[in-house]
Each structure stands twice: as C-alpha cells, then as structure tokens.
C-alpha cells in the first residue's frame, strides 16, 4: 500500500517465506504417534495466529460449545464414554444389528409401505373359526405385494401361480431387513415392526406351514454374524477398536479438542479397515460398515440412557435421603392423596425413585439385547400364543422365558447397586398385565419420549430470556430455580406413586408399575401447576420435540 516501509515490506515477504517453510516441515513430520497430536495442533494454530499477526504467546480461546447444564460431577455414575463394552467386546456385538446398504433401504422402504397400508392386526386377530384362512389370505397379500415391488414380472407370476415357496430368499431377507432395521431403530416402525412380528407368527403355526412349505423367518445379521462369515472377528478384540466406535461427546470441550477427537476416530476407522480388509475374506468397505453400526449402537444406547443419568443428578442435587426440614423438600406420599396409591415417607419415597431410575437406565443400557432376545421369544415355534381378551382387548398371550429371565437378570444387578429395595420386584411377562414379549419390550423403549422431552425442558428454563416470561415465572413460582425444583418434586413424587392401573390390585410398586405411573404422570400434565410455563418454553408433547 502507498506510505508503507519498503524496507518493513521486504522482511515481512521474507518472514512469511520462512514461516512458509516452517509450515511444511510441520507437516512433513509423522505425527501418527499419539502424543504427538496435540503437538501437532499447537504447532499449527501457532503459525497461522503469527500469519494472522497476532502474539504467539497468546492462548488460544476456546470455541463456546453446548455445555451439559447440569455439573459434570453429578454425572459420575460409572464410566460414560466406555460403559457400552464393559464386559466383552465380542459378546456385546452378537446383539448389535448391521447397518443397512444403500440397497437394503430401497428394499426396507418397500416393505414398510407394504406394511403401513396392510390391515394385517385388525383382520386376523380375532377369535373365528376362518382363522387360518384370514392368516394366509393376509400374509399371500403382503408377500405378494414385496414380490411385485422388487419386480414386476415376478409378482405377477407370482399371484397367478402362487409359488411363494420359489421366492422364499427373497421374502426372508425382505423381511430381515425390516426387523433388523427397527431393532436398529426402535423408536421409528412400531407399528409396522408389531405387524410384521404378527404375521411372521402365525406364518409358523403349523396349518399355515403345512400350505407355504417354507420359513418367512431368516437369522438376524448382526455385526457378530457378518464378521464371523468373513473370518473377521478379530478385529473385535483390537485395541483400535474402541477408538474407531466411540462416540464424540462435546460437552466443555473446545472444538479443537472436538475436531481433533473426530479425525482420530477417523483414522481408527481408515487403519482398522486397511488392516482388516486387506488380507481377510471382508472388503474395505464391509470393514467400515461393521465399525459404523457399533458407532451407531453406542450412540443411541448412549442418547436413550442420557436422560435416566440426567433424572438421577437432578434427584441428588435438589433432594437428599435425610429427612427434610421442610415441606416443600419432602418426597413424601400417602395412599389416596393427589391420585396415589402408595404410601411412602421422603426417605422410603428417595429411595423408590432412585432405585427406579437406575432399572430403567439399565433396561435401557441393554434394550437392543433385550429386543433381539424378545423377538426370538415372540418367534418362537415350541412357544406358541393364544388369542385372550385381557380386560384392554384381544391379545396374544405368549410366554416369553428367556426374556424374563434375562430381565430378572437386570433386576438383580440393580438390587445389588442400591443399598435397600423398596417395593416388589416381579416382573410381569406373559399375563394379562404384559401379555407378551412385544409389548414388554416396547413399554421399556418409551422411557426416553418420557424423560427426554422432561429433561430438555427443565434445561430451557435456565435459558429463557423473555422478560415477560421471567415475570411470570418470579410471579408464579419465586425464581427459576424455584420453578425447576416444583417439577421435579411433582415428578418424583407423583410418577411414582402407584397410580394409572384399572383397578388396585394392578397397581403398584412392580417393575411393570413404575412405568404405568410414569405414562399417568405424563397423561395428568395438563392439570399440573408449571403447565403454562412448560408451553411458554415451547414444550409440545412427550411424542415430540422441543421447537
């Protein structure tokens, strides 16, 4: 520019050119060794400040990210990040669904509309003596239309021979991939995924098979089962491992420490799929496949507990196990009062949530094991259902042992973790309470559209800035803080309290109980005095999202 230092122009051309060369040489290095990562960054972020012409020596400021409004302290239920695999790679993956293919979801979308104009449920669950004729004229119909959305041609070969049994692949791994998606998936397809698990029922009663002549049911492909058929479990029990499937958690950290954690997670991905994809029977890209659906998992068992961690801190931080001084502290409860049908004094009523709390956190750290083992009851021949009006409509009553068991699995490592169990701990499966596995299972995958859409509202009040809004808020409940603590008090008090059963013989402190009065808790909101404030904050219902 006109003015400026000839000479101040010509030692800058030459520190740039030196700085210039700096840079390559910093990027020439092998940097691939751990510790020397952040090195690398430092040394990065330091040459361009000085491009920038700032001081060196300054620290880098942080980039602001969402911070967790609840202290990190109060999280400290274990280890967070790493808890998914705590026992056994290997084992945890034979429970992992494989992620679908670009082609698999162009099949998965065909059988879901199939599925979502099909009145499979409504025809065949009644009690008639045309039944088995309504179960193959329905399920001719839904395979029927798979077939014809595949192809053409062979769907309407297929209506006028009638040959099912000469697609049978075809049909088992349409609807494979539907089941697995769901189990990938539980909160999207439920109502489809019930269809399907229906019909695939009663496709193995034995007057239905004696006319198909072939199973509609294939093996589930796990990320267990697609690395054993190409001698690939070794990559299991790799060190990088971890590495490559971790989920990246922003929390107070910088974005350069969220970046940089993002490219080493992607170069665990890239080593492990060259290393593995090489010199086994597995492609590169399988390789990839595998990792992702393991990432997949650990995130979403991750966002589904989130809200039982966040349910727990809260209970420790506003409330304590002592007896309080003061009413407005008191969790305390009495048999007929405010819907309640349990009677429970602060320390008893404490420990009754927290004990709840943490089953629920761990049904939900183990719910894709337990949907998988719930499907395997649900289709299982040597179990079959029988159709019972409950009191709630027809059923299907189904016995379904190894998911009890399993679940009294659960029961008894929580009764180990808290110090006194309060209240029963059986566990309805399979009678008119619970009628079968399906809907165990789907009862237990609702609790984060309970919590969820809880938590994130109690996290809204400490951002509101409308002044009109902290008006009503002092006016109504004295502060914030205030307004927050009243929810909870209503929430821990009130949701589990016994309430929402028919009749007082089904309601109750059993593990089913918890989460009927749970569902009343949510059905009761309207009436609740923080209503009109959850509103103000932009709540809109427990089935959907904050706006």
Known sequence: ??????????????????????????????????????????????????????????????????????????????????????????????????????????????????????????????????????????????????????????????????????????????????????????????????????????????????????????????????????????????????????????????????????????????????????????????????????????????ASRDPCDEMIAYLTKYFSDEEPLRVSDSLAIMSGRGGARLTHDHRRQYEYVLQTLWLWREVLHDLCKLMIIAERDLLNPNEPYVLRNTGQGIHRLQRAPRLKREMELVVKRVRKRVPNWVGSDVVHLGDHNVPNALMFIDKYAHIPRILLPLTTALRQMDKIEDQAILKYVEDAFGSVEDAKKEVLRDFYRHAFDGSGADNFFDAGSCIDGRLTSAWHWCNELEKKSFYHLFKLIGFVSFDSNLH
């Open 1 to 302: 520019m006109d003015g400026d230092d000839p000479q101040k122009n010509s030692a800058g051309e030459e520190n740039g050119e030196e700085r210039n060369d700096r840079f390559y040489k910093v990027l020439e290095k092998d940097w691939d060794a751990e510790d020397d990562r952040e090195k690398l960054l430092e040394a990065i972020l330091v040459i361009l400040r000085e491009l920038r012409g700032e001081d060196a020596s300054k620290h880098v400021p942080e980039i602001p990210v969402a911070d967790a409004d609840v202290d990190a302290e109060m999280f400290d239920h274990g280890d967070y990040e790493g808890s998914m695999f705590d026992a056994d790679f290997e084992e945890r993956s034979k429970y992992i669904p494989l992620r679908l293919s670009p082609r698999e979801r162009k099949v998965q979308r065909l059988v879901d509309n199939c599925l979502k104009v099909s009145e499979y449920t409504d025809r065949v669950d009644q009690i008639s003596n045309k039944r088995v004729h309504t179960v193959m004229k329905n399920s001719y119909a839904l395979m029927s239309g798979v077939i014809a959305g595949v192809s053409f041609n062979t769907g309407r070969d297929l209506v006028n021979s009638r040959d099912f049994a000469a697609q049978k692949e075809l049909i088992a791994a349409g609807f494979e991939i539907s089941r697995r998606y769901h189990l990938g998936n539980p909160e999207l397809l439920r109502g489809n995924y019930a269809k399907l698990v229906h019909m695939l029922q009663d496709t193995m009663l034995p007057e239905v098979q004696e006319q198909l002549n072939f199973s509609c049911v294939s093996e589930l492909v796990t990320v267990h089962h697609f690395l054993k058929q190409r001698n690939t479990l070794a990559i299991l029990h790799d060190p990088l491992a971890a590495t490559a499937t971790k989920e990246i958690i922003p929390g107070r950290k910088s974005r350069p420490e969220i970046n940089a954690e993002i490219r080493e997670k992607e170069r665990g991905i890239e080593r492990l799929a060259r290393k593995y994809g090489r010199d086994s029977e597995a492609t590169e890209d399988e390789i990839r496949i595998a990792l992702y659906s393991i990432g997949d998992n650990n995130a979403f068992l991750r």
